[in-house]
């Protein structure tokens, strides 16, 4: 079993449901990102545009405003930067930034954005989410969450191939949380293996997600996302055992600590 990578969360944006508004202003996203790095992470992805349930678009201005100055500043540090975008623009600007790898929500659904994953021989990973934020944990209906997920991610892998992404620069992403219940985020993490098997790195983001509050304090009151933290960590070691590539996480350095005792299990 190959160590994954540990990619840190960085959301500057006033609405995500984990740390929204907390690292609106550069300088402050910059020291958390550069502290992310000294707690373990091998990159850090940076977001302007929340992805929660319901949560409405931002102007593509907008969310170049948010992010580019802090792409910039990191990897003036010597910081390996993704961007979780949908939109190519704000990808674009943030390569020539510096950033390296593209997070595409969407999966790679725009031809343009594949083009320039293309070109500019970055990394990009294509996640499956179901509809857009808006819409996507209204009722997610599946025959086989599993094969429904990775035969679409495996069809997004071909048409990035097409356009001409190398496969090694290919990863994907079976999107938990993104449109689907609670059984069939755990499916998917039951069964990580099928993905796996692809031959294309996993990511894998579980980071206090509200299905984890919901396994651990019920449909009715779930646990809050400061108390989601344990259930977390058990489906990243979960995840890794199983092969994934990448492991996404708000929480650096408990992760990184976990990624080490599962690494030292496994004789990684």
Known sequence: MKRPLLMGILNVTPDSFSD??????????IRQG?????????????????TRPGAEPVPEAVELARVIPVVRGLCQEGVRVSIDTSKPAVAQA????????INDVTGGRSPVMLALAAESGCTICLMHMLGDPQTMQTDPVYKDVVGEVG????????AAQAAGVASDKIWIDPGIGFGKTTEQNLEL???L???VETGFPVLIGVSRKSFIGRVLGGEESPAPVEERLEGTLALQ???????????????????KRVIE??????GS
């Not at 707690?39 to 545009?49: C, F, I, P, R, T």
């Open 151 to 158: 035969d679409y991610l495996k069809s997004q892998a071909e």
């Open 189 to 191: 993490i039951r069964r």
């Open 94 to 101: 943030a390569l020539a930034a510096g950033a390296d790898v």
């Open 261 to 266: 005792l599962t690494s030292a299990v496994s």
């Open 34 to 50: 550069r502290l992310m790095i000294e707690q373990g992470a091998d990159l850090v992805d940076v977001g302007g545009e929340s």
């Open 193 to 195: 293996e099928r993905f």
């Open 237 to 255: 070691a979960l995840a890794q055992a199983s092969g994934a590539g990448v492991i996404r996480a708000h929480d650096v350095a408990e992760s």
């Open 20 to 29: 929204g508004g907390r690292f609106l202003e550069p300088d402050l996203a």
